[in-house]
């Protein structure tokens, strides 16, 4: 389905490919659909299934609406993806189970789905843009510095070429970049990974191997630079100022975790970073979260990698015993970000010790619809 609905959206509306990451379109090494196919399959499941139960799209509406938020999607987008999906519905599923009967369900459920849409994020467009250092679309940023921080890890810092003041953003939330390419632009979204009081952005970018943009980010922008960012946007922020936080990463997950953690230290919060990466060598912002460690008294970090300095496999060493022991309480409040592997394993080790699923948020990077 998802295959099918993007070949007949971008053959009617090219111009479309424009606000996608079309990296999130490729196969995997195996065949299987892009991660991009997978989301908006997803998406069309868990609507036909909860569309008389609306309570439970809760979650997905308002991730979904961040991200369109942070791509620039319009109000016109919704009809013709509307027409892209009801065709593909029925070349897959086949006139005989996509009937007119059905076929006009879906279409009234879509349309009465796409208008929440439309009034959710027009609300958070003008909200934005009403706050003090916000904006609605793209404005364009100086690259302010550049800061390698690994070999796989640089940080870019951004102000306003306007001299505007920047949007107090959430921690844990995203910027979206639109980078001039050909024949469509190249859009990605990267976590932001500073405080959200730091007078400029920082993100913090993994160079990917393959990776268009973050190859362009790492090899060839500069300091001076102007790039077009987007409103900083996402669900996955801290809330629950009244419990213990616990912030579990890996890899460039700790991006959003950071500024997480950062914000705790700013209020005197309890606050737990468990972080594990690949090896010391590939560890970005270590010193920053060791300078957070000696300046704040209720803040800890509890770190494991997968090789040690001997090139030997220590990846056993993260496990739901581990986790048991480095735990302040269960009842924290519990922010994942990293890879899904990772992700999948860390929620089975805190079920099997006892977390409760409503204290887990987790953060993937990947495709929204």
Known sequence: IGTTFYTLLFRDNPELKNIFNLSHFRPDKDGKPGPQMLSLSDAVISYTAYCDQLSQLGQLVERVAHKHVS???????????????LQALEDVLGKEVFNDEVKAAVREGYFFLAQIFIGKEE??????????????????????????????????????????KLLTFLP?????????????????NYSLSSSPTATMYRITVKKEKNGQVSSYLHDEVKKGDIIEIGVPSGEFISKDANRPVVLIGAGIGITPLLSMLKDAAEKSLQA????????????????????????????????????NSAGEDISQEYSADSL??????????????????????????LKSIGVRQDRINMEQFGPAV
């Open 272 to 307: 737990t970073l468990i972080y594990r990466a690949h090896s010391k060598e590939t560890h970005p912002l270590k010193e920053e979260v060791e300078d957070i460690i000696n300046d704040a008294d209720d803040i800890y970090v509890h770190l494991f990698y997968s090789v």
């Open 123 to 164: 609300g958070m467009m003008m909200k934005n843009e009403e706050t003090e250092g916000g904006w609605r679309g793209w404005r364009k940023m100086v690259v302010m510095e550049k800061v390698v921080e690994t070999p796989l890890h640089t940080s870019l810092y951004f102000e306003p070429e306007d001299g505007g």
């Open 172 to 188: 844990g939330q995203f910027i979206s970049m639109r980078i001039p390419g050909s024949p469509y632009t190249l859009v990605r």
């Open 71 to 85: 791509f620039g999607v319009k109000s016109e987008h919704y009809p013709a993806v509307g027409r892209a999906l």
């Open 324 to 349: 048991e022991k480095i735990i302040p309480t269960k009842e924290s409040v519990f922010y994942l970000c990293g890879p899904q592997t990772f992700l999948s394993d860390t929620v089975s080790h």
